[in-house]
């Protein structure tokens, strides 16, 4: 038996190490742009980012799903995952290079840093979950890990730089640190399996992944279509101070998804966590570590957020504050979301997250303009409890559920 506690240990330890350097990115970045073009840049990442799990189909789902179960599929898969990737960069170069010039009327970033950064971000995400299903965990890490650093330490020295640093620096350079550490995991992936003995149609790939890339997209405009009402409807600098809560609270779900995604093979395959009692005893240290988390950001952020990012981000402490509730309620929704998942089980994702998203976009539609960004935040805090509430209602049932089987269109 595969002792899942000493992997997850591991593989939480070297992600861990890997989101410190993320978040000493994010505030270096956040330092060189200021309070009001930071804003407006990660609202415009959150689009791209939208676009690429439209392409990305679930297919890193699809292929934990798949080479869990038979990993003489890796070749047919890398091929296919291949011809995707092409085809999304076909796409984005035409759409940055062509259309842009002409019709653009919301992006400030270059082209190039907008084709850079898509094709990274879909790379990551196809690549890490052929490394996933590997359950070569340590190895993604020290590949981000290592290149976080480099670019960290390249941002410190433009921060130290008496010459001012221009935007198109900043994000051109961001957008390649993500295709860099695209391209390495695209080569650490394909590895010697000998003579293709399996291979998978189109349909059964892509039908895996599918309903769990929809329902990405609705989780993804669920938690980020507030900074576009509170860009309409309020300052710039508001507008960053709320971003950076936002990116603040992604880390209670980075953590979730270090242990959801170091769980997920398992669960599909090896059947890890077969019971509420044992789910629930792997997942208690992490829950309380959630909890601990929060009332640190609580107790500690009205001077640690202002010293970090600057005196701009003064507002920050009051707008999370709001949100804290609904962030650790999103950090354990994660969790159960796992074994969801692992139970091929989305259908009531999806309609959690659809009913959020709803919820969220009625609300801040009518009172955003009325009340601003505080009634953003508690708009959003209350739909992430509600969502969590709902989810958690359905959950001990997930472990009386038949394991899930896998049908693959075998050939050759």
């Known amino acids: 038996m595969v002792n899942i506690a000493t992997i997850l240990k591991h593989n939480m330890m070297g992600k861990l190490l890997n989101h410190l350097l993320v978040f000493g990115i994010n505030i270096f970045i956040v330092r060189l742009l200021g309070a009001s073009a930071s804003g407006a840049y990660f609202n415009e990442l959150y689009l791209i980012n939208f676009v690429v799990f439209i ?31 092409i085809f999304f960069v076909m796409i984005l170069c035409v759409y940055a ?6 019709y653009n009327a919301y992006f400030q970033q270059p082209a190039i840093a907008i084709i850079l950064f898509g094709t990274g971000n879909l790379m990551l ?7 996933s299903a590997q359950k070569k965990f340590n190895l993604q890490n020290v590949v981000l890990s290592a290149t976080n650093l480099l670019f960290l330490g390249y941002l410190l020295v433009c921060y130290q730089q008496q010459q001012p640093v221009t935007a198109s620096q900043v994000t051109i350079g961001y957008a390649a640190l993500f295709l860099i550490q695209g391209l390495i995991l695209y080569g650490l992936s394909h590895k010697e399996t000998g003579e293709l003995t399996a291979t998978v149609s189109w349909p059964a790939f892509i039908r895996p992944g599918i309903y769990i890339m929809i329902s990405s997209l609705v989780y993804f405009a669920f938690l980020r279509i507030d900074n576009f009402f509170v860009e309409k409807y309020t300052d710039p ?46 997942m208690k240290p992490y829950i309380l570590l959630i909890t601990l988390a929060a009332i640190c950001i609580a107790a500690s952020g009205k001077f640690i957020f202002p010293f970090l990012f600057g005196d701009d981000f003064k507002e920050m ?23 969801y ?3 091929g089980n989305i259908k009531r994702i999806f309609i959690g997250d659809l ?58």
């Open 317 to 339: 402490y009051k707008i999370m504050l709001i949100l804290l509730p609904g962030f650790v309620c999103l950090g354990i929704l994660t969790l159960l979301n796992a074994v």
């Open 125 to 131: 995400i196809f690549y890490q979950g052929i490394l």
């Open 55 to 85: 392409f990305s189909g679930g297919l890193d789902y699809a292929s934990i799903a798949l080479l869990s179960f038979e990993p003489a599929l890796l070749r047919n898969i890398q091929r296919m995952l291949l011809a995707v990737l």
């Open 237 to 282: 600098v508001t507008l960053g101070n709320y971003v950076q809560c936002g990116k603040t609270g992604q880390y209670f779900l980075y953590f979730s998804s270090m242990i959801s995604s170091t769980l997920l093979p398992f669960i599909a395959s090896e059947k890890i966590g077969s019971s509420y009692i044992e789910w629930k005893k792997l």
């Open 97 to 102: 290079l062509l259309v842009l010039p002409n």
């Open 355 to 412: 009913m959020g998203l709803c919820l969220v976009a009625s609300l801040d539609t009518w009172l955003i303009p009325l009340y601003g960004v505080y009634a953003a935040a508690i708009i959003s805090s209350i739909a992430y409890v509600a969502v969590f509430l709902f989810l958690l209602a359905g959950f001990k049932k997930q472990f009386t559920l038949p394991a899930r089987t896998n049908e693959i269109n075998y050939s050759g």
């Open 341 to 343: 998942i692992g139970k």
